[in-house]
């Protein structure tokens, strides 16, 4: 089992940046793909961005391409998303996700651990 906890949230102005911080328990991430997904009031969860076990390939939403950056520190079992140049329709529910098999996804359904989110509150 993993078990993943989210920090960082936060409440931001609009053009202002944040860092989440995903830290993982229980077995290590090392060779696990890792993804960020965010829920607004209202919508569905949906993909952030996403790196691979070994942190050689990244893949991002559009809506995000640009602004925020994903990392991962598997010394610390950690991963992490950079957000910069944050928008009010940033405002959500951020969580990171484990994936067990190494390919990179964007689909929620493929992943297999889930943090408890954290929120992250862009103000206009």
């Known amino acids: 089992q993993v078990q993943l906890v989210e920090s960082g949230g936060g409440l931001v102005q609009a053009g202002g940046s944040l860092r989440l911080s995903c830290a993982a328990s229980g077995r290590t991430i090392s060779t696990y793909a890792m993804g960020w997904f965010r829920q607004a009031p209202g919508k569905e969860r949906e993909f952030v961005a996403a790196?691979?076990?070994?942190?050689?390939?990244?893949i991002y939403a559009n809506s995000v391409k640009g602004r925020f950056t994903i990392s991962r520190d598997s010394a610390l079992n950690t991963e992490y998303l950079h957000m910069n140049s944050l928008k009010p329709e940033d405002t959500a529910v951020y969580y990171c996700?484990?994936?067990?098999?190494?390919?990179?996804?964007?689909?929620?359904?493929?992943?297999?651990?889930w943090g408890q989110g954290t929120q992250v509150t862009v103000s206009s």
């Open positions: 996700a484990a994936k067990a098999a190494r390919g990179l996804t964007t689909m929620k359904d493929l992943y297999d651990y």
């Open positions: 790196i691979s076990w070994s942190a050689g390939a990244t």
